[in-house]
């Protein structure tokens, strides 16, 4: 028993941790209280570490059906998403003790939420059944209510909380139904049972419906239309830990149960559903684009904007091959750094949730250059433009849909949609950087103070950024290998 907790060693310690914080919180002078915060992240930081050695990568080759009874699985995939998962806490941690000073009280509680939502996103990789899914995805979405509407003095992020509790139990209660209409057909939550007896529950409309209904709780979580009206509201009432944690980790989270249900267990339902997939991704890519245009509140933008990120990656799904989950795991990789970045510098230059509008990045180059530099490498990323991580990580995306393209017309509709959705998010990515080097109607030029902490994020994420645009040879192996050992374990 002892020996087989080895395979969720992981979120063992990640639990411990966010158990840890809330007892250090007893005993620790409130001065210090933002100690714990990078106490946190340094432990965090550890553990990440230990997800490198060799002695855990080895799990991919061993078995959990004794133990979890195929509930739970470690291979690349998942692997790969606990890394990010981990990295994007560290991060938001760090993100957070710069933030404290404007929650009035629990700040210790704060982190833990941060902590115990790790955690769900961590189970929730290595989900292989559908009570290890529903589980995992509303230990995120619990802990999101109460982390959305932390700062109780502040209408706007009760609001937020209020929306994305009532959105968020019709998610949830899309799923479980879902589920049971699911398991009711099939006998089974197992995904690998899922997979064996496919050809058969294809015929059944009992089945296809609960499939439905679960695919419509997932939409929920990685902000695709029709299921995106709570995401501009939220980014924008939440403290702005919240919204980059929600919007990486939340969207990270429901493509990993995606890949694993639709491109691997269930291949053929998603090749008779590829027309609705492809509408889906092309109306969100045009949705998200052209709602952000007239968008002043940087946070709003990037909600939009994060809408239209999903549709991008939902082209991985549509491609229904290897190449397709590479390119989605390259994509999100890049998509950390780049909107880390973005929400430090909005936290930097505003304050209280105020002065949100894109005018405070006005006169930025001449008040911190550092800042401007890597908000514009940030949103030039974000935009696509070579030879950024987003580019290539867009590049990968079409090219994986482009290879399924001949003898659909839906494919080529789709990479049309795709093109145009990168040159509509010019116009609102480099009005960004238009106002940080050339809107300059405030004369006055106070410096922005940046702390050794939030230096070290920044410069992490533009190397991250510049690594994966300038040197991606490495990390598109990573990315491959990473899907190829996940299609492999799956299908024998």
């Known amino acids: ?33 933002r100690l714990i915060g990078h106490l946190s992240a340094l432990s965090l930081g550890i553990i990440f570490l230990f997800s490198l050695r060799e002695s855990y990568v080895d799990l991919v080759n061993e078995s959990t059906d004794v133990f979890f009874n195929s509930r739970y699985k470690i291979d690349g995939l998942a692997i790969f998403f606990k890394r990010f998962f981990i990295l994007a806490a560290i991060f938001v941690l760090i993100f957070a003790v710069d933030f404290a000073d404007r929650i009035r009280s629990g700040f210790s509680e704060y982190y833990a939420f941060i902590i115990f939502a790790l955690a769900g996103m961590m189970f929730a990789a290595s989900a292989n059944d559908f ?6 995805i ?11 509407s932390y700062q109780r ?30 398991f009711g057909e099939a006998g089974s939550l197992k995904f690998e049972d899922l997979h064996a007896k496919q050809s058969e529950l294809l015929g059944s409309n009992v089945f296809l419906f609960g ?16 299921f995106q009206v709570w995401a501009p509201d939220v980014y924008q009432g939440a403290p702005t830990p919240t919204t980059a944690f929600l919007a990486l980790g939340s969207k990270a989270a429901g493509f990993v149960l995606l890949i694993r249900l639709l491109v691997i267990s269930l291949p053929d339902l998603t090749r008779e559903w590829t027309t609705l997939f492809i509408c889906i991704s092309a109306v969100t890519i045009l949705y998200g684009n052209l709602c952000a245009l007239p968008q002043r509140n940087l946070k709003r933008l990037l909600a939009y904007s994060g809408i239209a990120n999903a549709g991008y990656l939902l082209m991985g799904i549509v491609a229904q091959s290897e190449a397709g989950t590479a390119a989605i795991l390259y994509y999100l990789a890049g998509y950390l750094f780049a909107l880390i970045t973005i929400f430090l510098i909005i936290n930097l230059l505003t304050k209280e949730g105020e002065g949100e509008d894109i005018s405070c990045l006005e006169n930025l180059n001449n008040r911190s250059p550092f800042l401007a530099v890597a908000m514009t490498l940030a949103v030039v990323s974000l935009a696509g433009i070579p030879p950024l991580a987003g580019f290539f990580g867009k590049f990968l995306l079409i090219k994986s849909v482009a290879i399924e393209a001949f003898g659909n017309i839906g494919y080529f509709v789709l990479l049309a949609v795709a093109v145009f959705g990168v040159v509509a998010s010019i116009f609102y990515y480099f009005g960004i950087v238009r106002t940080v080097f050339w809107n300059h109607k405030v004369d006055e030029i106070t410096p922005v103070s940046v702390g050794l902490p939030i230096r070290f994020v920044l410069v992490s994420c533009v190397v991250g950024i510049l690594y994966l645009g300038l040197l991606p040879n490495k990390p598109i192996k990573w990315v491959e290998s990473a899907a190829a050992v996940e299609n492999k374990s799956l299908l024998e």
């Open 211 to 226: 499939m439905l209904f679960l695919f419509a709780g997932l939409a929920f979580k990685i902000s695709a239309f029709p």
């Open 153 to 182: 003095h502040r209408l706007q992020s009760l609001e937020a909380g209020v929306k994305y509790l009532i959105l968020g139990a019709v998610s949830s209660a899309f799923m479980i139904y879902g589920i049971a209409l699911i």
């Open 138 to 148: 509303e230990l995120i979405t619990i802990t999101f209510y109460i982390l959305v």
């Open 131 to 136: 009570s290890m899914l529903f589980v995992s």
């Open 1 to 33: 028993m002892v020996d087989q907790l080895k395979f969720v060693q992981l979120e063992m310690m990640v639990l411990v941790l966010g158990l840890a914080v809330l007892i250090a919180d007893l005993w620790m002078a409130p001065s210090k209280r």
